[in-house]
């Protein structure tokens, strides 16, 4: 009988009670007696230089226990933040590698750099502390935009980096790129930026620290994606403490986005502080401090250019881009406009030859590092955006150029241009499902509607592939990983049969508490009630690279089916003792162990607890317990890829966007649970929806001031801004390379919906001649490209 | 947040006295003065609250128009059936107000006495030939308004009903700012018998009544008959969301739609 809640099933997410009934425990929720409480001065300077710190009357103020700087850290021998990615220059250098102290030393380079921590008895005692405090700064000019970092004599964010240049990096083979531009019969253009974003998780960064004199032993709990990296990196590089001495609880976490994976200095600063005032310390963000200083995402500046021959058959894509990377290094952000960007330029289509140019450079802004999609988001858009233009260059329909153009389903595995190897997909598939949804030959007649309203209606297109599961290790490490990728996992079963697993993946809104137990309960064929899934605490589980780039269920999964695998195995040899049988003729379904043949069976509950009452075990051949952990290191990234399809309406008069319409069709291999699947693609699609119509951070190029600084400027999608979506998926593709076939589906939502919108934006606004906006398409700039366009489309019409 | 003493009167009288206090400041529905505070952007001494004083409450029908006290949150002007007889416009005004956290705390009088650029309600207070009553004594409605964030109010004076007059036809048009919700232009149209009035609020310093437009309307009340008019956007309001020419170009557009709306 099938499992009602096994692989497949839409099981509600178990761990929405305790969210849903305030029940969640995030990291400020906790209490310790004696806990102080820490408060930031931050510099309210883009770059200046530090001259002094006047604390006294600071430290006078009531409740005050300390007020530290970078000077106390430096003579503490604190380190640097690490940075987990190294990429190296096309002339072979490697890249600039600025020190990144939790507490600025002589320079603030971005606004809101830390200067000093101010630790109380109560979070308003430290507010009122670190206004005290008086730092004499010598302001600095500063860089407030990748083009001003790179355009001659700009002011230098590190002495060190010439011009301001991180890494000038590339990819593919130029001189084929080359060559086959010089043979093209069309050629597409574009120039385009992917505005900067600032990732908005529901909860705070918060961190607490915590130091136990009697053993040595120092807690942190914060809000991490990812507590074992944490561990790793600020234990062996920045504190130097020895991991068996450390520990790292990442709790409940309210979303992450990619912004709660990087080692930040604030985890620092409490541990480290809690030794010096003897004393657990909290820091937790306010909402300024988190569009301040939250690694922020995208902020790419592009042109690219689209060689095709006479039929529009694509020959080479040739790629320039300018990438920011705020005022220092964060932990992944070099990797992020490389291999998680360039990797992915070839998009779902066989273009052949591929060459793609990076210069990552340096600015007096907040850091910028892996955000929901991280890097795929900017391929996908480029991409696409680029195939829009080129179907106007070619006077092609848009999805006959894409089809044309598509890696075909027969020629998987497909070795593209530009390093990977997309293992399955069928792209031709995903555009079938999704036109008939779209009523494509309708649109013609829904736009003449439209207009007969006075309204300009657009139809916009995005087909995207990502590359998912984060990766083989040796890949990852030849490519400047200075990490391993796999994923670990620990099934425990107890004597009476239910069963704890710990994973080293993070969920923060994912839902792995349900899946995973799902996977679990299937395999075993025990109720999902008896299985609970632990994670985020380096003391409980196995050496884990927690989560992001939507691998939990691909490496994750795949680490909890290896354990799975060795419970069975010993389940078997267990099984065979207790039957009497030799261990090859049991057969094993669904955690019910027969004796080929017979009707001999034990169910895994009777196993598990002879494993743990082995009165008569043969002690030589056969171990008690019933407790197996697996490490799994993936063979290849996993593909999801799909089509996603924007219909939407422009008025003109003012400039405002409706989305009429948006249908996903994607594939993400194997589905374990369709609820959260079509959750996680909901909320992808939203913060793609977001970045193309609403969201976008704003530093002042000169200043290096934040101009969107809160939500009175900075603009979040909201539910009523968003239609009803249409979400579709097949399972026809699974992945061929990890047991559960699955993909990943976290990203997605994010990565294609950006570009379809803003296909549909530029779609609506053809009459007048426009071929690109960048985003975000907000009413004004809509209004003003109206306004501006020559000729108006009535002249155009004659 | 400084550390303050609260207070919470009953009778308008005693709240009255404990304004004088030095730094004293009155809170409404906090929906404004919460957030300074959070952001340490004002240290008043004392906050009175207002929300248990019976002479702020309430909605009733007076002179034909309606009168509503100060402390009459936006959500229940909005659902208010007699506000929703009387004036629609108005119930509707309060309606787009923000979000519905902020409509079920938010008061009009603490919206009033703010004067928000970008506030609704001053469009209203204009339009609708409002007549302001305080502790101390009645303000005519044009005259309350005195500059951006400024008002006729002294300091002290308590905001205690504002008394609207009911239009032959009325709308409210806003084009709202994406991210905070506030008007980025709000066109509140009024029409009383041959006279009509068009309150333009969040496109400059304070709200104003486009005069060429209610000249145009008086002569033919049709969103045609603003055809060609327009507002100077010489110094109009420019930010992120929106440049001046553009809320120039917003106010005919929403004053044609609030036209069009009031039928
Ligand atoms: C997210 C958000 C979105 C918003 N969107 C909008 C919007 O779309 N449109 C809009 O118009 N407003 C909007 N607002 C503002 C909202 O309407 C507030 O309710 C209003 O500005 C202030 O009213 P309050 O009752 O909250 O007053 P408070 O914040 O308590 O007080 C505001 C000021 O008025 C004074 N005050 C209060 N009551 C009186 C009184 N009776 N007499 C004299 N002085 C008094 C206070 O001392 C203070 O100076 C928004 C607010 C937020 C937080």
Same mark, same amino acid.
């Given at each position: 009988? &099938?499992n009602p809640n096994?692989?497949?099933a839409?099981?509600?997410?178990r761990?929405?009670? *305790?969210f849903l009934?305030?029940?969640?425990n995030?990291?400020?929720d906790f209490?310790?007696l004696?806990m102080?409480h820490a408060?930031?001065v931050?510099s309210?300077?883009?770059?200046?230089?530090?001259?002094g710190i006047?604390?006294?009357?600071?430290?006078?103020?009531p409740?005050v226990?300390a007020?530290l700087t970078?000077?106390?850290?430096e003579?503490?021998?604190?380190?640097?933040l690490?940075?987990g990615w190294q990429?190296?220059?096309?002339?072979?250098?490697?890249?600039?590698e600025?020190?990144h102290y939790?507490?600025a030393?002589d320079?603030?380079r971005?606004?809101?750099?830390?200067?000093?921590?101010v !630790?109380?008895e109560t979070?308003?005692? #430290?507010r009122?502390?670190?206004e005290m405090?008086v730092?004499d700064?010598?302001?600095?000019?500063?860089v407030?935009?990748?083009t001003?970092a790179?355009?001659?004599g &700009?002011?230098?964010v590190?002495?060190?980096?010439?011009d301001n240049?991180?890494?000038?990096?590339h990819?593919?083979?130029?001189a084929a790129t080359?060559?086959?531009?010089?043979?093209?019969?069309h050629i597409?253009?574009?120039?385009?930026?992917?505005?900067r974003?600032?990732?908005n998780?529901m909860e705070?960064?918060?961190?607490?620290?915590e130091y136990?004199?009697?053993?040595g032993?120092y807690?942190l709990?914060?809000?991490s994606q990812?507590?074992?990296?944490?561990?790793?990196l600020m234990?062996?590089?920045?504190?130097g403490?020895?991991e068996?001495k450390?520990?790292v609880?990442a709790?409940d976490?309210g979303g992450g986005f990619?912004?709660k994976i990087?080692?930040?200095?604030?985890e620092?600063?409490? /541990?480290?502080?809690a030794?010096?005032?003897?004393?657990?310390?909290k820091w937790?963000?306010d909402?300024s401090?988190s569009f301040?200083t939250?690694a922020?995402?995208?902020d790419?500046v592009s042109?690219?250019e @689209?060689a095709m021959d006479a039929d529009?058959n694509?020959? $080479?894509?040739r790629v320039?881009t300018?990438?920011?990377?705020?005022a220092?290094?964060?932990?992944f952000?070099?990797s992020?406009? /490389?291999?998680?960007y360039?990797?992915?330029?070839?998009?779902q289509?066989?273009?052949?030859?591929i060459y793609?140019e990076?210069?990552?450079?340096f600015?007096?802004t907040?850091?910028v590092?892996?955000?929901r999609?991280?890097?795929?988001?900017? =391929?996908?858009?480029l991409?696409?955006?680029l195939?829009?233009?080129?179907?106007g260059?070619?006077?092609?329909?848009?999805t006959?150029i894409r089809r044309r153009n598509?890696?075909?389903?027969?020629?998987m595995?497909y070795?593209t241009?530009?390093?990977?190897?997309?293992d399955?997909?069928?792209f031709?598939?995903?555009?079938?499902i999704?036109?008939?949804?779209v009523?494509?030959p309708?649109f013609q007649?829904?736009?003449?509607?439209?207009?007969a309203?006075?309204? @300009?209606?657009?139809?916009?297109?995005a087909t995207?592939?990502? #590359?998912?599961?984060?990766?083989?290790s040796?890949?990852?490490?030849a490519?400047g990983?200075?990490a391993?990728?796999y994923?670990?996992a620990?099934v425990?079963?107890?004597?009476?049969g239910?069963v704890?697993?710990?994973t080293?993946?993070?969920s923060?809104g994912q839902?792995?508490?349900t899946?995973f137990?799902?996977i679990v309960?299937?395999?075993?064929?025990i109720p999902i009630?008896?299985?609970?899934?632990?994670?985020?605490d380096?003391?409980?589980?196995?050496?884990?690279m927690?989560t992001y780039?939507?691998?939990?269920?691909?490496?994750?999964?795949?680490?909890?089916?290896k354990a799975m695998d060795k419970v069975e195995r010993k389940?078997r040899?267990?099984?065979?003792?207790?039957?009497?049988?030799?261990e090859t003729?049991?057969?094993?379904?669904?955690?019910?162990f027969?004796?080929a043949?017979? %009707?001999k069976?034990?169910?895994?509950g009777?196993?598990?607890?002879?494993?743990?009452?082995?009165?008569n075990?043969?002690l030589?051949?056969l171990?008690?317990?019933?407790?197996e952990q697996?490490?799994?290191d993936?063979?290849n990234?996993?593909y999801?890829?799909?089509?996603h399809?924007c219909e939407?309406e422009?008025?003109p008069? /003012?400039g405002?966007t409706?989305?009429?319409s948006?249908?996903?069709?994607d594939?993400?291999?194997?589905?374990?649970?369709?609820l959260?699947?079509?959750?996680?693609?909901h909320?992808?699609?939203?913060?793609?929806?977001?970045q193309?119509?609403y969201?976008?951070?704003v530093y002042d190029?000169? +200043?290096?001031?934040?101009?969107t600084? +809160?939500?009175?400027?900075?603009?979040m999608p909201?539910?009523?801004?968003v239609?009803?979506?249409?979400v579709?998926y097949?399972e026809?593709q699974?992945c061929?390379?990890?047991?559960?076939?699955?993909?990943?589906c976290?990203?997605?939502g /994010?990565?294609?919906a950006?570009a379809?919108?803003?296909?549909a934006?530029?779609?609506?606004?053809?009459?007048?001649?426009v071929?690109h906006?960048?985003m975000?398409?907000t009413?004004?700039?809509?209004?003003r490209?109206?306004?501006?366009?020559a000729?108006?489309?009535a002249?155009a019409?004659? | 947040?400084?550390?303050?003493n609260?207070?919470?009167?009953?009778?308008?009288a005693?709240? =009255?006295?404990?304004?004088?206090?030095?730094?004293?400041?009155l809170?409404?529905?906090g929906q404004t003065?919460?957030p300074?505070?959070?952001?340490r952007?004002?240290?008043?001494?004392?906050?009175i609250?207002l929300?248990a004083?019976?002479?702020?409450?309430?909605?009733?029908e007076? %002179?034909?128009?309606?009168?509503?006290?100060?402390?009459?949150?936006?959500a229940?002007v909005a659902h +208010?059936?007699?506000v929703k007889?009387? !004036?629609?416009a108005?119930?509707?005004?309060?309606?787009?107000i923000?979000?519905?956290q902020?409509r079920?705390?938010g008061t009009?009088g603490?919206?009033? &006495?703010?004067?928000?650029?970008s506030?609704d309600y001053p469009?209203a207070?204009? $339009?609708?030939?409002?007549?302001?009553t305080? %502790?101390?004594?009645t303000?005519?409605g044009?005259?309350?308004?005195t500059?951006?964030?400024e008002?006729?109010?002294?300091?002290?004076?308590i905001?205690?009903?504002?008394?609207?007059s009911?239009?032959?036809?009325?709308?409210y048009?806003?084009?709202?700012?994406?991210a905070?919700r506030y008007?980025?232009?709000?066109v509140?149209v009024?029409?009383f018998?041959a006279?009509?009035r068009?309150?333009?609020t969040?496109a400059a310093?304070s709200?104003?009544r486009?005069e060429?437009?209610?000249?145009a @309307?008086a002569?033919?009340?049709?969103?045609?008959a603003l055809?060609?008019?327009?507002?100077?956007?010489?110094?109009l309001n420019a930010?992120?969301?929106?440049?001046?020419?553009y *809320?120039?170009?917003?106010?005919?557009v929403m004053?044609?739609?609030?036209?069009?709306?009031?039928?």
């Amino acid at each position: 009988m &099938a499992n009602p809640n096994g692989i497949g099933a839409s099981v509600r997410r178990r761990e929405d009670q *305790r969210f849903l009934t305030g029940r969640g425990n995030y990291t400020d929720d906790f209490k310790r007696l004696n806990m102080t409480h820490a408060v930031h001065v931050r510099s309210p300077y883009a770059h200046a230089r530090i001259l002094g710190i006047d604390f006294t009357d600071a430290a006078a103020m009531p409740g005050v226990v300390a007020v530290l700087t970078g000077a106390d850290m430096e003579a503490d021998k604190v380190g640097s933040l690490p940075c987990g990615w190294q990429i190296h220059s096309k002339d072979g250098s490697p890249m600039k590698e600025p020190p990144h102290y939790p507490l600025a030393r002589d320079r603030v380079r971005y606004v809101g750099d830390a200067v000093a921590v101010v !630790i109380a008895e109560t979070r308003e005692q #430290a507010r009122d502390a670190a206004e005290m405090v008086v730092v004499d700064y010598e302001e600095l000019p500063a860089v407030g935009s990748s083009t001003r970092a790179v355009a001659g004599g &700009a002011p230098l964010v590190h002495d060190d980096a010439p011009d301001n240049v991180c890494y000038d990096w590339h990819l593919g083979d130029k001189a084929a790129t080359d060559a086959a531009f010089a043979n093209a019969a069309h050629i597409a253009k574009i120039d385009l930026v992917n505005q900067r974003l600032v990732p908005n998780a529901m909860e705070p960064r918060a961190a607490m620290g915590e130091y136990d004199q009697s053993n040595g032993e120092y807690t942190l709990t914060t809000t991490s994606q990812n507590p074992h990296v944490t561990r790793l990196l600020m234990g062996a590089f920045v504190l130097g403490i020895p991991e068996h001495k450390l520990r790292v609880v990442a709790p409940d976490v309210g979303g992450g986005f990619g912004s709660k994976i990087f080692h930040y200095g604030e985890e620092a600063v409490v /541990t480290w502080a809690a030794r010096k005032v003897g004393r657990p310390v909290k820091w937790t963000a306010d909402r300024s401090e988190s569009f301040l200083t939250d690694a922020h995402g995208r902020d790419h500046v592009s042109h690219a250019e @689209l060689a095709m021959d006479a039929d529009g058959n694509f020959l $080479a894509l040739r790629v320039s881009t300018l990438a920011n990377l705020g005022a220092y290094l964060s932990t992944f952000a070099p990797s992020i406009p /490389t291999y998680l960007y360039a990797t992915l330029l070839a998009g779902q289509y066989k273009t052949p030859a591929i060459y793609a140019e990076v210069k990552a450079v340096f600015t007096n802004t907040s850091p910028v590092d892996a955000y929901r999609g991280a890097g795929r988001p900017e =391929a996908c858009y480029l991409i696409e955006r680029l195939v829009d233009v080129a179907a106007g260059v070619m006077g092609m329909d848009k999805t006959e150029i894409r089809r044309r153009n598509f890696v075909p389903k027969e020629a998987m595995p497909y070795q593209t241009p530009v390093a990977l190897q997309y293992d399955t997909g069928d792209f031709a598939k995903n555009l079938d499902i999704a036109l008939p949804l779209v009523d494509y030959p309708g649109f013609q007649q829904r736009r003449a509607e439209s207009k007969a309203r006075g309204k @300009l209606r657009g139809i916009g297109f995005a087909t995207y592939i990502e #590359a998912c599961g984060i990766a083989p290790s040796n890949v990852a490490g030849a490519l400047g990983a200075r990490a391993g990728l796999y994923e670990c996992a620990e099934v425990r079963f107890h004597p009476t049969g239910s069963v704890t697993v710990f994973t080293g993946a993070h969920s923060h809104g994912q839902g792995h508490e349900t899946t995973f137990a799902q996977i679990v309960a299937e395999r075993f064929g025990i109720p999902i009630e008896n299985v609970e899934i632990v994670h985020g605490d380096t003391n409980k589980i196995p050496f884990g690279m927690g989560t992001y780039g939507s691998r939990s269920l691909a490496v994750g999964g795949s680490a909890l089916v290896k354990a799975m695998d060795k419970v069975e195995r010993k389940a078997r040899k267990i099984a065979a003792h207790m039957l009497e049988a030799a261990e090859t003729d049991i057969e094993v379904k669904e955690g019910r162990f027969t004796v080929a043949g017979t %009707d001999k069976s034990l169910g895994i509950g009777d196993i598990a607890l002879q494993a743990y009452v082995p009165h008569n075990f043969p002690l030589d051949e056969l171990e008690p317990g019933l407790d197996e952990q697996a490490f799994y290191d993936p063979k290849n990234f996993t593909y999801p890829n799909g089509c996603h399809v924007c219909e939407l309406e422009i008025d003109p008069d /003012t400039g405002v966007t409706t989305i009429v319409s948006f249908a996903a069709v994607d594939d993400f291999g194997n589905v374990i649970n369709p609820l959260i699947v079509e959750g996680q693609v909901h909320g992808g699609l939203v913060q793609g929806i977001g970045q193309a119509l609403y969201e976008n951070c704003v530093y002042d190029e000169e +200043s290096g001031q934040l101009v969107t600084g +809160s939500y009175m400027d900075y603009c979040m999608p909201r539910a009523d801004d968003v239609p009803s979506f249409t979400v579709r998926y097949h399972e026809d593709q699974p992945c061929t390379h990890n047991p559960l076939g699955v993909k990943g589906c976290g990203e997605a939502g /994010t990565i294609g919906a950006a570009a379809a919108v803003m296909n549909a934006v530029v779609d609506a606004l053809s009459d007048y001649g426009v071929t690109h906006m960048d985003m975000p398409a907000t009413p004004e700039k809509v209004w003003r490209t109206i306004r501006d366009a020559a000729p108006a489309p009535a002249m155009a019409a004659e | 947040m400084y550390a303050f003493n609260y207070q919470r009167p009953t009778s308008l009288a005693d709240a =009255a006295t404990a304004i004088q206090a030095e730094e004293a400041k009155l809170l409404g529905g906090g929906q404004t003065l919460l957030p300074t505070l959070k952001q340490r952007l004002a240290r008043p001494t004392d906050l009175i609250d207002l929300g248990a004083i019976p002479e702020l409450k309430g909605i009733r029908e007076a %002179d034909g128009g309606l009168e509503i006290g100060a402390f009459t949150r936006h959500a229940e002007v909005a659902h +208010s059936d007699l506000v929703k007889r009387v !004036i629609p416009a108005l119930a509707s005004l309060a309606e787009g107000i923000g979000d519905r956290q902020v409509r079920n705390m938010g008061t009009m009088g603490g919206s009033i &006495a703010n004067a928000d650029p970008s506030a609704d309600y001053p469009s209203a207070v204009v $339009a609708l030939k409002a007549t302001v009553t305080t %502790d101390r004594r009645t303000i005519s409605g044009d005259d309350f308004f005195t500059g951006m964030f400024e008002t006729a109010l002294e300091p002290g004076e308590i905001l205690k009903s504002v008394r609207y007059s009911r239009p032959d036809k009325a709308a409210y048009a806003k084009f709202r700012n994406p991210a905070s919700r506030y008007a980025i232009v709000g066109v509140f149209v009024a029409k009383f018998g041959a006279d009509v009035r068009v309150a333009v609020t969040g496109a400059a310093g304070s709200v104003f009544r486009a005069e060429a437009f209610e000249a145009a @309307l008086a002569a033919d009340f049709r969103a045609e008959a603003l055809n060609g008019l327009s507002v100077d956007a010489d110094g109009l309001n420019a930010d992120i969301h929106a440049s001046a020419d553009y *809320r120039a170009h917003l106010v005919t557009v929403m004053a044609k739609r609030a036209v069009e709306a009031a039928g």
